[in-house]
Antibody
Framework: QVQLVQSGSELKKPGASVKVSCKAS????????MTWVRQAPGQGLEWMGW????????TYAQGFTGRFVFSLDSSVGTAFLQISSLKPEDTAVYYC???????????WGQGTLVTVSS | QSALTQPPSASGSPGQSVTISCTGT?????????VSWYQQHPGKAPKLIIY???KRPSGVPDRFSGSKSGNTASLTVSGLQAEDEADYYC???????????FGGGTKLTVL
C-alpha cells in the first residue's frame, strides 16, 4: 500500500534551519509529483508547492519562495523540505502528499511538527 | 483571510444530508474544474474525499458528492454518520503563479 513516512518533530531556534524528510513506498516514486502543505496550530491548510519527481524541478507557491527548498533523493524514494532562517511564524505541521491531479493529493505523510522558539 | 469562503460550521442529525459551500472567484473555482475537498479529523492528516469537482477516490463512500455552479463549489454529505464529524476544507487550482487556494474550513457537527 502507498505510504509516506515523515521524519519526527523538530524544535528549532529562530534563525536556524530544518530539513524534513518524506519517504515514499508502495508505488513508483517518479510517477507522481510530491506536494508540501503547511498547517499552523489551530489553523487551516496552505499549499506550499510541489516538486516534479521525474525532473526534480520545484514549483513554489506565493509566500513560500526564498527560504523554502524542495529536493529529492529518488534513489531512495525520498522528498525533502528545507526551511532556512526559521521564524516563530514557521511553527506548523508540515505534510508531504502525493499528487494525483491539480490540488488533489491522495496519500499524506503523518505530518512533521516544526516548532520555532527561543 | 482565506482565498475561498466556507461557512465556519455546519451541522445535521444522523441520516440527514448537509451541504457545505465554497465560494471563490472567476479566477479559481469559476475558471478551473480542479476543486477538491478534504476531510480532517483532529490530530490527523487530511483525507481527499472529492477531486476534480465531482470525482471520488476509491474507498470514499458515495454518500459524499461534489458539485459546482459558477464561482461556488459544494460538498454534500448524505446519510450523515457520527464518523463524518470533522473539519472539511475545499481547495481550487488558481493558476500557475498562485497554484492552489484553500477555504478556511468548515467544522461539521453530527448532532
Amino acid at each position: 500500500q502507498v505510504q509516506l513516512v515523515q521524519s519526527g518533530s523538530e524544535l528549532k531556534k529562530p534563525g536556524a534551519s530544518v530539513k524534513v524528510s518524506c519517504k515514499a513506498s508502495g508505488y513508483t516514486f517518479t510517477y507522481f509529483a510530491m506536494t508540501w502543505v503547511r498547517q499552523a496550530p489551530g489553523q487551516g491548510l496552505e499549499w506550499m508547492g510541489w516538486i516534479n519527481t521525474n525532473t526534480g524541478k520545484p514549483t513554489y507557491a506565493q509566500g513560500f519562495t526564498g527560504r523554502f527548498v524542495f529536493s529529492l533523493d529518488s534513489s531512495v524514494g525520498t522528498a525533502f523540505l528545507q526551511i532556512s532562517s526559521l521564524k516563530p511564524e514557521d511553527t506548523a505541521v508540515y505534510y508531504c502528499a502525493r499528487e494525483i491531479s491539480m490540488v488533489a493529493v491522495d496519500s499524506w505523510g503523518q505530518g512533521t511538527l516544526v516548532t520555532v522558539s527561543s | 483571510q482565506s482565498a475561498l469562503t466556507q461557512p465556519p460550521s455546519a451541522s445535521g442529525s444522523p441520516g440527514q444530508s448537509v451541504t457545505i459551500s465554497c465560494t471563490g472567484t472567476s479566477s479559481d473555482v469559476g475558471f478551473y474544474n480542479f476543486v477538491s475537498w478534504y476531510q480532517q479529523h483532529p490530530g490527523k492528516a487530511p483525507k481527499l474525499i472529492i477531486y476534480e469537482v465531482t470525482k471520488r477516490p476509491s474507498g470514499v463512500p458515495d454518500r459524499f458528492s461534489g458539485s459546482k455552479s459558477g464561482n461556488t463549489a459544494s460538498l454534500t454529505v448524505s446519510g450523515l454518520q457520527a464518523e463524518d464529524e470533522a473539519d472539511y476544507y475545499c481547495t481550487s487550482y488558481a493558476g500557475s503563479k498562485i497554484l492552489g487556494v484553500f477555504g478556511g474550513g468548515t467544522k461539521l457537527t453530527v448532532l
